[in-house]
Nanobody, 116 residues
Framework: QVQLVESGGGLVQPGGSLELSCSASGFSFRYFDMSWYRQAPGNERELVAL????????TYSDSVKGRFTISRDNAKNTVYLQMNSLKPDDTAMYYCNARALVNSYWGQGTQVTVSS
């Protein structure tokens, strides 16, 4: 069955870094656009970063541009989100999404908390 499993979240101080990973299985990963979303309590889920196939074109929200980097390894069926210069406003549950045509899959999320 389809699975997306996020990992790498945790507690980090402002200015610190984290790398999130999302391991995929049960579908043809290399043909899917992959993205990271986040949702803070009381807020809507928002798109953070997107990497599209086949040319790995990346897109970022204005709030993370220049600080976050999305990448993928098709050999490992994994997408990553490198997060640098983290701010308290980055605190949220981070979700991995895979999308192709009408198919859209979500992971269970990993919590990122930025606090001193």
């Amino acid at each position: 069955q389809v699975q997306l499993v996020e990992s790498g979240g945790g507690l980090v101080q402002p200015g610190g870094s984290l790398e999130l990973s999302c391991s995929a299985s049960g579908f043809s990963f290399r043909y899917f656009d992959m993205s990271w979303y986040r949702q803070a309590p009381g807020n809507e889920r928002e798109l953070v970063a997107l990497i599209t196939v086949p040319k790995d074109i990346t897109t970022y929200s204005d709030s993370v541009k220049g600080r976050f980097t999305i990448s993928r390894d098709n050999a490992k069926n994994t997408v990553y989100l490198q997060m640098n210069s983290l701010k308290p406003d980055d605190t949220a549950m981070y979700y991995c999404n895979a999308r192709a045509l009408v198919n859209s899959y979500w992971g269970q999320g990993t919590q990122v908390t930025v606090s001193s």
